[in-house]
């Protein structure tokens, strides 16, 4: 029976690693047929070079994969009349001559002057050095290849001068994916395993399975948002917040950093290139203007190019100074004009200028009269916060791959929102009960705001959470002063980051951390529990000063460098541009006309708007039913407090959330009025949980008697 285990055991773990492997390393599923063509009509007449004539004999040529998963070619035939018979055969092979693919085109449905896709039937491996032979067979007419200028090469052609291109599958799962899809196969590896050891080993193999499910379950709808289609604002949510941190990322890849002496030191900036303004999720997004005028940047009329204009382009793009393009040629400026926020850059040539040749505009390079390189590019420092989520994600994604370096930080942001939610639903289970663990997961999970949150670079959710994860841990072990000390560490760390990271909803985050030690030493004063409660007095006491320490030591760092150097003139600076800004205090003299609203506004008005919900609480419970989840529980702790006489323990843990989510709508009220698209989420730090568990409670406890009733009879 030993033996059986071990070999089932082993036998699991191999299929295990071979799927991971398959999805990962191999790379086996792959789709589609995408190829960039290049559009013909942007090949100047000058730049066709002829004809390679196959009646002759075979035309041979050089090319190099630089992908995986190249499955084939795009040919472009001249000289081919409609419904041709013959066969054109295109034979690939290997360095050493020896065949690797061999396929054969019916020439009849080839058309003239058309780009045709002509399928591999084998894979070809990324930078080996292949040849590609053309024969013609059997043709009433002979066809030709047309040669074109080494501009319109593509990467992959070695040698030879044909107009080509290479065709390549797409992996069918992103790399994010196949991280998410691997812990869901360890996953189940660990479940099935699980029953070739005994019992002890059995709970313990179980018990992580099921908390890296939780997290994979979590990180899945954070990075994707499948479980709720009415969530439509999750694909560009707060991108502009994001771009501060992937602006720093793109900046540093273009050679550029802070210009002024007073923007050193901060870790998220605003970029600006050649597109304009870098406010979107993805720089891609941005483009170059395309439009009857202009195709990706070029002028189809004269010898001009469209760029975005920020302080860079504009001292770059002078008269007198050059552009140089991708393909070495460069050209004078002639004139430079704006027109509806961009620059209209006019070059020294008389021929129209085509990315097709020349290249993307995010190649191109400015130089002076003297030909010396300049920045086209620029990156103005976010003095707000400090930023050490810039920082953090600045440093790793130099070691990330450059296409995919974004989607990577926020599955790692992902990841870390997860565990940290994963680690509250597992302490809740274990201080109060699975039920209440059970609401609060599913609010994690399903939460249309916690999910839109989640990913978001700059607003690092994780760590808004962490200290009520760290405040639930000593509430849960409070009676152990080793615990209660490794708290306190742990909640300064917890705040000095999360004010590093930005200082939004900060009253909110402390009174999360504390909340839970606040119930409890409410229920020891009502239990009349002296010992306990004096405990808990001193530990709520403890948390306090150490979150406001955690707090204030942030502020003195961020007001070193926004003072340079001199922390008082840096704490004046922050409070008067930043806090009065965002509370009651402001100076309406001193403050943009648009922002006058929410200064006037008083704090009932800015909570009000608060109870009136734009989207679903939770998928299936709509947004006009919010102030019913509010008033329910009431109802229900009425009720119980006439039969039993005493406050729920609920009922306490309800008026903590409440009072800590209302603090950030009152104490920064000019920014909750402000900022209505954002600050529901407010509502998640336990308050909505608490909601949904007195109600689910209360409905399972009537069902719980109707049904002993029952029985009973």
């Not at 039937?121 to 200028?149: D, K």
């Not at 289609?229 to 802070?258: H, K, P």
């Not at 959710?461 to 306190?488: N, Q």
């Not at 004010?499 to 606040?518: N, P, R």
Request: glycine share 8%; hydrophobic share 45%.
């Amino acid at each position: 029976m030993e033996i059986r285990r071990k070999i089932g055991l082993l036998a699991g773990t191999l299929i295990m690693v071979m799927a991971i492997v398959v999805i990962g390393p191999v790379d086996a599923f792959t789709h589609g047929f995408y190829c960039d063509e290049i559009d013909c009509g942007q090949i100047a007449g000058q730049d066709y070079l002829g004809t390679a004539d196959l009646s002759g004999g075979a035309y041979e040529m050089t090319f190099s994969p630089q992908r995986p998963h190249m499955n084939g070619f795009e040919i472009y035939l001249t000289g081919q009349p409609d419904h041709n018979i013959g066969t054109l055969c295109l034979t690939v092979l290997d360095a050493r001559g020896d065949t690797v693919d061999r396929m054969r085109v019916d020439l009849n449905g080839v058309r003239e002057a058309k780009w045709y896709k002509v399928y591999l039937n084998t894979g070809l491996n990324r930078g080996e050095l292949y040849t590609l032979r053309f024969e013609a067979e059997n043709c009433i007419v002979v066809p030709g290849l047309q040669r074109v200028a080494a501009d319109y090469l593509p990467d992959e052609t070695v040698s030879g001068d044909i107009l080509l291109s290479y065709a390549y599958a797409q992996s069918v799962f992103t790399f994010q994916e196949k991280i998410l899809l691997s812990m869901f196969l360890i996953v189940i590896w660990m479940f099935a395993g699980a029953a070739f050891f005994g019992a002890a080993r059995r709970k313990v193999l179980r018990s992580v399975a099921a908390v890296i499910f939780m997290i994979s379950v979590l990180s899945w709808n954070y990075m994707y948002n499948s479980m709720d289609v009415q969530n439509t604002a999750f694909d560009g949510f707060q991108a502009d917040s994001e771009t501060l941190v992937s602006g720093m990322i793109y900046a540093e890849r273009a050679g550029v950093s802070f210009v002024g002496e007073d923007e050193q030191g901060y870790g998220l900036g605003v970029f600006y290139d050649l597109r304009g303004k870098f406010d979107t999720y993805d720089l891609e997004d941005i483009g170059y203007t395309t439009d009857e005028e202009w195709v990706e940047g070029y002028s189809r009329t004269e010898p001009a190019l469209i760029v975005g204009s920020n302080a860079a382009s504009y001292s770059a793009a002078v008269e007198g100074n050059y552009v140089e393009f991708e393909n070495g040629e460069r050209f004078q400026i002639t004139g430079v004009q704006e027109s509806g926020g961009k620059l209209i850059v006019h070059l020294d040539t008389e021929q129209i200028l085509t990315p097709a040749k020349y290249g993307s505009l995010g190649e191109i390079r400015f130089c002076d009269a003297g030909l010396r390189p300049l920045d086209s590019c620029r990156i103005e420092a976010y003095k707000s916060q400090y930023g050490l989520q810039g920082r953090v994600f600045r440093k790793l994604a130099r070691g990330l791959d450059e296409e995919q370096a974004i989607d990577d930080l926020r599955l790692l942001c992902s990841l870390a929102a997860a565990a940290v939610f994963v680690l509250i639903t597992l302490l809740v289970a274990a201080r109060y009960n699975r039920l209440m663990a059970g609401c609060f997961f599913v609010t994690f999970w399903l939460s249309p705001w916690i999910v839109n949150f989640a990913r978001n670079l700059y607003w690092v959710e994780f760590t808004w959470f962490l200290p009520m994860a760290i405040g639930l841990f000593c509430a849960w072990r409070v009676h152990d002063r080793k615990c209660r000390l490794f708290s306190y560490v742990l909640l300064f760390c917890a705040i000095f980051g999360k004010c590093l990271c930005g200082y939004e909803y900060i009253t909110t985050i402390m009174l999360g951390g504390v909340a839970f030690l606040l119930a409890d030493l409410f229920c020891a004063c009502a239990g009349k529990d002296s010992h306990r409660g004096k405990l808990l007095f001193r530990t709520v006491i403890v948390f306090g000063c150490v979150s406001l320490a955690g707090f204030f030591a942030a502020v003195c760092v961020h007001a070193l460098i926004r003072g340079e150097g001199s922390i008082a003139a840096g704490v004046r600076s922050i409070f008067e541009q930043d806090v009065l800004r965002r509370t009651a205090g402001g100076d309406l003299n001193v403050i943009e006309q648009s922002l006058w609203p929410t200064l006037n506004a008083s704090v009932w008005e800015t909570v009000c708007r608060y109870f009136r919900f734009g989207t679903e609480v939770l998928p299936g419970i709509a947004g006009n039913l919010f102030p019913l989840l509010v008033l329910t529980p009431l109802c229900i702790f009425c009720h119980e407090f006439r039969a039993k006489r005493h406050i729920p323990e609920s009922a306490v843990l309800y008026a903590v959330f409440f009072v800590a989510s209302l603090s950030w709508f009152c104490l920064a009220k000019a920014h909750s009025y402000e900022h209505t698209h954002l600050n529901y989420v407010l509502w998640y730090f336990g308050y909505v949980q608490i909601c949904l568990y007195t109600i689910v409670d209360k409905a399972a406890g009537v069902i719980m008697r109707n049904e002993s009733g029952r029985r009973a009879g």
